[in-house]
Nanobody
Framework: QVQLVESGGGLVQAGGSLRLSCAASGRAFSTYPTGWFRQAPGKEREFVSY????????AYATSVEGRFTISRDNAKNAVYLQMNSLKPEDTAVYYC??????????????????WGQGTQVTVYP
């Protein structure tokens, strides 16, 4: 069983930066593909980024490519999302998620087995 706890959200002006953290319990977490998703009011939860494998393979949604960076520290059992050049449209609740295996989609919400409670990110103009 894996438990995920996000932190680092907040209120920031457009153009600013935030770093989200996802702290995990469970020794197997370091082997699990891990993703960040977000959900804005009135919208569906959407993929933001994922990381997996010993080489730290990553991918990003087009909307955040070049601005966000995902990373993980296995010694700390944590995954991070560095968000730069934030825009008002990045405002959402951000969720960390992990999946037990490498099969199937890495970008669909339904593919992930474990979820955190979310952290609010608000970007004002």
């Amino acid at each position: 069983q894996v438990q995920l706890v996000e932190s680092g959200g907040g209120l920031v002006q457009a153009g600013g930066s935030l770093r989200l953290s996802c702290a995990a319990s469970g020794r197997a977490f370091s082997t699990y593909p891990t993703g960040w998703f977000r959900q804005a009011p009135g919208k569906e939860r959407e993929f933001v980024s994922y990381i997996y494998g010993s080489d730290g393979i990553t991918a990003y949604a087009t909307s955040v490519e070049g601005r966000f960076t995902i990373s993980r520290d296995n010694a700390k059992n944590a995954v991070y999302l560095q968000m730069n050049s934030l825009k008002p449209e990045d405002t959402a609740v951000y969720y960390c998620a992990a999946k037990r295996d490498f099969s199937g989609s890495f970008t669909r919400v339904i593919a992930y087995d474990y979820w955190g409670q979310g952290t609010q990110v608000t970007v004002y103009p």
